[in-house]
C-alpha cells in the first residue's frame, strides 16, 4: 500500500542554519502530498501542500518540491530560528476512495538552537 | 465552534475498563477522521466519516475499537477492554470534505494512558 518515509530525526541545528528533512513516497497514481507541523502543546496545522508533478509548496519561509522522478517532497528551509521548533510531518493523499484520507511518516522532530 | 475540540484532554484508566474519547469538528465540515500517535511512531489512521457515515473503518486495529457520529458532527470513538498497547494519543481531525486535496484540521488530542 501506500507509504511514507521520513528521515529519522531528531534534528538539531543552530539558529539561522539550513534546513532539510527528507521525505520520500511510494504511491500508486499520483497523489497530492502535504507537510504538517506540530508545535509544542499544539495540534497539527498545514504547513503547505503540492497537488502534481514540479509544483513546489511554500510557506513561512518553507519550501517543497514535488519530485515525482524520485517519489520525494523534502521540505527546506533557508535559515531556521527557534521558533520551527516543531515535530514535522510529510504526508500524501489517499487516492482511493476520494475520502480526503491522509498517509504520514513518522515524523521528524527539529529543535533549533539560539 | 473556532477549532476541533477534543475531550478530555488527558484519560487515566485501568486495563480491561472501557472508554470513551470525543470530537467536536468545525462547524459544516462533513468530513471527519479519527488517527492514532503513538510514541516515536507517526500518526496511524483509524477511521473515516462523510457525515453520519463510516466508508473507510479499515484502520481500527480490532473489534474493541468502534465509532460512531451523530447528527454529522460530533464523534465518539470507544475502545473497549483496554489493553496497556492502547495508550496513544488520539487525534480527530475533519474538513470540508471535497476531495483528495483538502486541508485537515486537527484537534490537540487525547492523552490515553492505560496503566
Known amino acids: 500500500g501506500d507509504s511514507v518515509t521520513q528521515m529519522e530525526g531528531p534534528v538539531t541545528l543552530s539558529e539561522e542554519a539550513f534546513l532539510t528533512i527528507n521525505c520520500t513516497y511510494t504511491a500508486t497514481g499520483y497523489p497530492s502530498l502535504f507537510w504538517y507541523v506540530q508545535y509544542p502543546g499544539e495540534g497539527l496545522q498545514l504547513l503547505l501542500k503540492?497537488?502534481?508533478?514540479?509544483d513546489k509548496g511554500s510557506n513561512k519561509g518553507f519550501e517543497a518540491t514535488y519530485r515525482k522522478e524520485t517519489t520525494s517532497f523534502h521540505l527546506e528551509k533557508g535559515s531556521v530560528q527557534v521558533s520551527d521548533s516543531a515535530v514535522y510531518f510529510c504526508?500524501?493523499?489517499?487516492?482511493?476512495?476520494?475520502?480526503?484520507?491522509?498517509?504520514f511518516g513518522q515524523g521528524t522532530t527539529l529543535q533549533v538552537k539560539p | 465552534g473556532a477549532g476541533v475540540s477534543q475531550s478530555p484532554s488527558n484519560k487515566v484508566t485501568e486495563k480491561g475498563k472501557d472508554v470513551e474519547l470525543r470530537c467536536d469538528p468545525i462547524s459544516g465540515h462533513t468530513a471527519l477522521y479519527w488517527y492514532r500517535q503513538s510514541l516515536g511512531q507517526g500518526l496511524e489512521f483509524l477511521i473515516y466519516?462523510?457525515?453520519?457515515?463510516?466508508?473507510?473503518k479499515s484502520g481500527l486495529p480490532s473489534d474493541r475499537f468502534s465509532a460512531e457520529r451523530t447528527g454529522g458532527s460530533v464523534s465518539t470513538l470507544t475502545i473497549q477492554r483496554t489493553q496497556q498497547e492502547d495508550s496513544a494519543v488520539y487525534l480527530c481531525?475533519?474538513?470540508?470534505?471535497?476531495?483528495?486535496?483538502?486541508?485537515?484540521?486537527f484537534g490537540s488530542g487525547t492523552q490515553l494512558s492505560v496503566l
Open positions: 503540492a497537488t502534481k508533478a514540479d
Open positions: 504526508a500524501l493523499s489517499d487516492m482511493a476512495g476520494n475520502t480526503g484520507k491522509l498517509i
Open positions: 466519516f462523510q457525515g453520519n457515515s463510516a466508508p473507510d
Open positions: 481531525a475533519s474538513s470540508l470534505g471535497q476531495g483528495t486535496n483538502e486541508k485537515l484540521f
